[in-house]
């Protein structure tokens, strides 16, 4: 597993684990933004990630990581090498254990404005509205970043926290339809096979195929990827 560790100089660098000496790290959960302007693995490499507008938000996880005590952090658009077919197709089939093992997920919904104001209720329900709305309820991938980490912590644009798995559990039920056990930390094996999927049926994905594959942790399933079998296709084989 790579990581990205955070420098005495506020730089990042990646680094390697093997599966059984991973030291403790922070995930960063989001939605993609254009192509050109996410940092990937290449940029990481030559040093040129902080001319895109996606570098903000692996600042922020790498900033909160810190503030909580971790060195290290995992961001998926930076730390796989999608130019290898093996290393994509090892991390999709190991993305939901990665998001279950980290100590903490940091949301990023760079669609939401604000933070938590106690004082303020009409501000607050302003708020979660907003949040209620997000585009990362509407994505495949991040089905498997809610449910997986034992730590879910939402933040806004800002990066101001907006609350947690735990305090924002009611609205996180009403938008998604997941039932509280599964939040909570029951296994997606206790629930039915249709459950399951009624938990995706409302997702997009940018690929098809990647509406079965976002689902591969959320089954215990591993199956080979094939990108341009199509969406029935990928479904038949999960």
Request: charged share 30%; with cysteine; proline share 3%.
């Amino acid at each position: 597993m790579r990581l990205l560790q955070l420098e005495e100089n506020g730089t990042f660098s990646l680094t390697k684990h093997a599966d059984d000496k991973t030291p403790k790290y922070a995930v960063l959960s989001h939605t993609w933004g254009a192509e050109d302007e996410e940092v990937n693995f290449k940029d990481m490499k030559r040093g040129t990630a902080k001319s895109k507008t996606g570098y903000e938000k692996i600042q922020f996880c790498g900033s909160q990581a810190a503030q909580e005590g971790l060195k290290y952090f995992w961001v998926d658009i930076c730390c796989i090498d999608k130019s290898d077919s093996q290393e994509l197709q090892e991390a999709i089939n190991s993305m939901f254990r990665w998001y279950q093992k980290a100590e903490t997920c940091h949301v990023y919904l760079s669609d939401v404005s604000g933070g938590v104001s106690v004082e303020d209720d009409e501000f607050s329900r302003g708020w979660e509205r907003n949040f209620r709305e997000s585009r990362w309820f509407t994505r495949g991938w991040t089905l498997q970043e809610l449910i997986a980490p034992k730590s879910v912590q939402f933040f806004s644009k800002k990066g101001k926290w907006l609350g947690d798995k735990q305090s924002l559990e009611q609205a996180l039920i009403e938008v998604t339809g997941i039932p509280p056990e599964a939040l909570r930390g029951c296994p997606p094996s206790n629930f039915s096979v249709e459950e399951r999927m009624s938990w995706a049926k409302l997702r997009q994905t940018k690929h098809e195929e990647d509406a079965a594959y976002s689902l591969l942790g959320i089954f215990g399933a591993f199956i080979p990827l094939t990108y341009g079998e199509g969406r029935e296709s990928a479904f038949k084989r999960l």
